[in-house]
């Protein structure tokens, strides 16, 4: 059972486009949700997170929405290049309760973005 | 400026071998995570790692897989007896603090033969 559910799963956008990657989640108790990128052969870096008590941050051409009573979140990139092509994971965590508890990421199944020049 | 530092980057192990991945956290992270990725798919939290201690290993597979994060040096991933099921990226990330981001190392890919 997928707790963090992406999509789409793969997305074609021409340069300039805007491109839009949704993620919804069903855990009442996750309170931070950040988006990944990540290139062929690399790891996961950090791009923009989130926590639940705003509806919207931006970074640069990077902006995620936040919807908290429909327990969804986009990811919005603006002006897309074609260095943006990449796989997108969106991701969330719980506080931690007690002892072994702690902020292990759950992860969306990740985006494949292609954009074109 | 080091980031999170695994090594290596690709292991051929056959099968029954054992493989140890290892992980150093960038400085003055005292917060070690382990993911696996399967081909075409998110991560999958394994284990999460203080210094000298095992906080949460619900991820990991309770046979055949060890994880330690010593007081000096590296934190290291173990997979006894390795089966064809193993490959896969392997991912550390380290934070400063349980409520920090986690910051990624480039994995290290594993492939049984």
């Known amino acids: 059972q997928q707790q963090v559910k992406q999509s789409p799963q793969s997305l074609i956008v021409q340069k300039g486009g805007i491109s839009i990657i949704n993620c919804a989640y069903e855990?009442?108790?996750?309170?931070?949700f950040p988006w990944y990128q990540q290139f062929p052969g690399k790891g996961p870096a950090l791009l923009i997170a989130?926590?639940?008590d705003v509806s919207e941050k931006k970074e640069g051409r990077f902006t995620i929405s936040f919807n908290k009573s429909a327990k969804q979140f986009s990811l919005h990139i603006m002006d897309s290049q074609p260095g943006d092509s990449a796989t997108y994971f969106c991701?969330?965590?719980?506080?931690?309760?007690?002892?072994?508890?702690?902020?292990?990421?759950?992860w969306g199944l990740g985006t494949s973005l292609a954009v074109n020049p | 400026n080091a980031g999170v530092m695994q090594n290596p980057r690709h292991l051929v192990r056959r099968r029954g071998q054992e493989a140890r991945l290892r992980c150093s956290p960038m400085?003055?992270?005292?917060?070690v995570y382990w993911y696996r990725q399967l081909p075409e798919e998110g991560l999958k939290f394994m284990v999460y790692?203080?210094?000298?201690?095992?906080?949460?290993e619900s991820g990991m597979p309770k046979e055949r897989f060890s994880a330690e994060f010593p007081k000096e040096g590296p934190s290291i991933l173990r997979i006894q007896q390795v089966v064809r099921g193993d490959s896969a990226a392997y991912f550390c990330?380290?934070?400063?603090?349980?409520?920090?981001?986690?910051?990624f190392g480039d994995g290290t890919r594993l492939s049984i033969l």
């Open positions: 991701a969330a965590s719980a506080r931690p309760r007690g002892a072994g508890n702690n902020r292990k990421l759950i």
């Open positions: 400085k003055g992270h005292s917060h």
């Open positions: 790692l203080q210094k000298e201690n095992i906080i949460d």
């Open positions: 990330a380290s934070s400063q603090g349980i409520n920090q981001p986690q910051h």
């Open positions: 989130i926590r639940p």
């Open positions: 855990n009442t108790a996750f309170d931070y």
